[in-house]
């Protein structure tokens, strides 16, 4: 029983020290969802598919529709961070009075196309605020510190995930950052074996649980390299093994089985650390940019450059560097 308690508190430590008190709930719950035991993960469900309902229900109800105790109900509250469910409830309330959609049903043919294209692009919108409120600006500019400190950053990932990463690890070298990336999985683990304590490894993955993505995150921590994460799964196996967890909403809108907004969520925060890192060493980001792109722009046939000057194309690009560079 005693290893229980304390197996229960471990938990409780951790989720309280991922969700800060400006981390929006429903994201983060959803978020755990896959990590969560059975009667754990029903009453998450319960919250999650009805919080207007789940909040107007008294426990007794709520347990009985979950096939959970009402022990079983604070429990869960306990581990989000809440001293019991008089709490919650207080914090769903506030939640759902502010301008924040809840994630709706899946996409069908019958809905119509106007009603679908409509209904995509709701949910990326929708999926962008929740990735924001489920990340605090301290977590972000740590992540952005560590990528403009560091000796060189590993990127890991693959799969659908695979892409982002790669995006990610072109826009850090066009700043100057000192960016490298395999696209075969044993390659990666290779790199992971052979990082420094000097180095910084940012993994990738969308459930958090691909063993390839995991392992080479873990073996760069063992190593002593400072590790960052971009998850849509909270608490999962790579959420852990990252000193710097950032969490892309999880999208519950399916269409053809597939999960929309999750790489559209992974790219805004893959922004958000490009910006950041090079905000803070704007002028080498700039003297970079510059010179790549003096180069690439040859490589455009005649009479097709749609941007104009390379001052106008830098301002396209990267806007917030120019406006800063512009201003200091």
Known sequence: ?????????????????????NVSLLPFIQGLLPTLKRAQRRI???????????????????????????????????????????????ALARELSEPVLVPGKKLENQDGIPSIVQRVFEQHIDSLRQTLRLNTVETLNDAAKFLGGAKRIALFSVGLS?????????????IGLPAFIEFDSHMQLAAAAEIGRSEVALGISVAGNTSETVECLRLSKLRGAR??????????????AADVPLYAAPSEVKFFQ?????RVTQLALADVLLVLA????????LAHLRHAEEYLLKRRLPGTEPGGSLTKRRRILFPTLERTSDSS
């Not at 919080?51 to 008294?58: G, K, T």
């Not at 090079?278 to 980001?285: E, M, T, V």
């Open 1 to 21: 029983m005693r290893l229980i308690t304390r197996a229960l508190m471990e938990s409780r430590r951790r989720r309280n020290s991922i969700r800060g008190s």
């Open 44 to 90: 998450a469900q319960a919250v999650v598919d009805d919080p207007e309902r789940f909040i107007s229900r008294p426990i007794s109800g709520l347990a009985r529709d979950c096939r959970v105790s009402a022990g079983s109900i604070v429990l869960f509250c306990k581990s989000m961070g809440l001293r019991g469910f008089p709490a919650l409830k207080i």
């Open 162 to 174: 695979y892409p982002v990463a790669y995006s990610l690890y072109a826009r850090l070298r066009f």
């Open 227 to 240: 590790t960052i994460c971009i998850t849509n799964s909270v608490n999962s196996p790579l959420s852990q």
């Open 258 to 262: 597939a999960p929309l907004a999750s």
């Open 278 to 285: 090079g905000l803070r060493r704007k002028s080498q980001a």
